[in-house]
Nanobody, 114 residues
Framework: QVQFVESGGGLVQPGGSLRLSCAASGSILRTYPIGWYRQAPGKQRDLVAFISSTSVPIYADSVKGRFTISRDNAKNLIFLQMNNLKTEDTAVYYC????????WGQGTQVTVSS
């Protein structure tokens, strides 16, 4: 059973940066399009960005130009570099397959506040 493990969240001031990491067992991160999702309190889980198996990135309009998704196949990790963070980016961030999501991990909390 695949387990996604997200890390790198924290508390940051508006305009700050964080880099999130996604790890998973096996080759799933190398084989499938992988997305970063976020869920703010009381809201649905939304797709923030995803990267294809050939490393083509796609971003939601709300994060375009501020977030960068990348993969490191040697380390079997997916990253989400988040710059110029805004208060509305506050959420729990998850990684999972872009399509046909598997069981969700615990996520990592990102809080943007002054």
């Amino acid at each position: 059973q695949v387990q996604f493990v997200e890390s790198g969240g924290g508390l940051v001031q508006p305009g700050g940066s964080l880099r999130l990491s996604c790890a998973a067992s096996g080759s799933i991160l190398r084989t499938y399009p992988i997305g970063w999702y976020r869920q703010a309190p009381g809201k649905q889980r939304d797709l923030v960005a995803f990267i294809s198996s050939t490393s083509v990135p796609i971003y939601a309009d709300s994060v375009k130009g501020r977030f960068t998704i990348s993969r490191d196949n040697a380390k079997n990790l997916i990253f989400l570099q988040m710059n110029n963070l805004k208060t509305e980016d506050t959420a729990v961030y998850y990684c999972n397959r872009r399509y046909d999501q598997l069981e969700w991990g615990q996520g990592t909390q990102v809080t943007v506040s002054s």
